[in-house]
Nanobody, 116 residues
Framework: QVQLVESGGGLVQPGGSLRLSCAAS????????MSWYRQAPGKERELVAV????????NYADSVKGRFTGSRDNAKNTVYLQINSLKPEDTAVYYC?????????WGQGTQVTVSS
């Protein structure tokens, strides 16, 4: 079955950086675009990045453009989100996502907290 496992979150000061990872299994990873979402307390889940099947295509929410970079390693079945210049408003649980055979799958999420 499809499994997505995020890691790499933590507590970081404003201006800091983190690299989130999402390890995927249960499907042919290289055939599917992957997405990163986040959900802040009291807010709806929002799309922050889409990474195409081979990583050449990426798209970002306006709020993170220039600070977030998505990438993937198809040999490791892993997608990444490099997040730089972190702001307090980036505090959220970050999820990776794949749409596989018409079904949306989510990981358990990884918490990112930006605070001094």
């Amino acid at each position: 079955q499809v499994q997505l496992v995020e890691s790499g979150g933590g507590l970081v000061q404003p201006g800091g950086s983190l690299r989130l990872s999402c390890a995927a299994s249960g499907f042919i990873f290289s055939r599917y675009a992957m997405s990163w979402y986040r959900q802040a307390p009291g807010k709806e889940r929002e799309l922050v990045a889409v990474i195409g099947r081979f990583g050449g295509y990426t798209n970002y929410a306006d709020s993170v453009k220039g600070r977030f970079t998505g990438s993937r390693d198809n040999a490791k079945n892993t997608v990444y989100l490099q997040i730089n210049s972190l702001k307090p408003e980036d505090t959220a649980v970050y999820y990776c996502n794949v749409e596989y055979r018409g079904v949306l799958y989510w990981g358990q999420g990884t918490q990112v907290t930006v605070s001094s």
